[in-house]
């Protein structure tokens, strides 16, 4: 059971354009998203984060939005660059089975074309 | 700050040994730790958490004979898969957090450990 899903495998972007990456949820109980991005052959980094209380949180290039009601969230970057070319990965925080965990998407490929 | 190292970066060893990989905390206390599975192409897959000091805690479908967890100081957590097969050639990866109880939200990633087993 797929909790977390990232549908897109991949997306190309043009440099200097908007890249736009979506996640969707199932479980309710999930209360903190984080977007990581992960380089082959290295551990995730994290990106951006926000809680399930607000809609929307920006940190320079990134945006990352939360419909609650839709259990959707989306990654913004603009512009995009091409060193953001790389895989990124949606995460969700929620207590499962009596512990707090994350639970990953299968991660979407960016690339940026110059 | 919030460094975490693994070691080794790969490891290549037969059928039916056994491999240790190391995760540290280079730069702060993590009171818990994560280990982490990925498959070419695919997810993250949780394996265990551990805190320091106790046992870990394994999820579902995740021997906790073959993948034995080790977290003896707050800086250092080791996985040791025993009697290793070739399906458990994988890409392991460990978390840590500095805050008990809020492990999920800042998770700091090592850099992963390429393993083959022939």
């Known amino acids: 059971d797929q909790q977390v899903k990232q549908n897109s495998p991949s997306l190309s972007v043009q440099e200097g354009r908007i890249s736009i990456l979506n996640c969707d949820y199932t479980?309710?109980?999930?209360?903190?998203f984080l977007w990581y991005k992960k380089y082959p052959a290295e551990g995730p980094t994290f990106l951006i984060s926000?809680?399930?209380?607000?809609d929307k949180n920006e940190d320079g290039r990134f945006t990352v939005f939360l419909n609650k009601s839709a259990k959707h969230l989306s990654l913004h970057i603009v512009p995009s660059q091409p060193g953001d070319s790389a895989v990124y990965f949606c995460?969700?925080?929620?207590?499962?089975?009596?512990?707090?965990?994350?639970?990953f998407g299968q991660g979407t490929r960016l690339t940026i074309n110059p | 700050g919030a460094v975490v190292s693994q070691h080794p970066s790969w490891v290549i060893c037969k059928s039916g040994t056994s491999v240790k990989i190391e995760c540290r905390s280079l730069?702060?206390?993590?009171?818990?730790m994560f280990w982490y599975r990925q498959f070419p192409k695919q997810s993250l897959m949780l394996m265990a958490t551990?805190?320091?000091?106790?046992?870990?805690?394994?999820e579902q479908g995740v021997e906790k004979d073959k993948f034995l967890i080790n977290h003896a100081s707050l800086t250092l957590s080791t996985l040791t898969v025993t009697s290793a097969h070739p399906e458990d050639s994988s890409f392991y990866i460990c978390?840590?957090?500095?805050?008990?109880?809020?492990?999920?939200?800042?998770?700091?990633f090592g850099p992963g450990t390429r393993l083959t087993v022939t």
């Open positions: 479980n309710s109980m999930f209360d903190y």
């Open positions: 978390s840590a957090t500095i805050l008990p109880g809020q492990g999920a939200y800042e998770q700091y």
């Open positions: 995460a969700a925080s929620g207590r499962i089975q009596g512990a707090q965990k994350l639970v």
């Open positions: 926000i809680s399930s209380i607000k």
């Open positions: 551990s805190n320091e000091g106790s046992k870990a805690t394994y």
């Open positions: 730069d702060f206390q993590a009171t818990t």
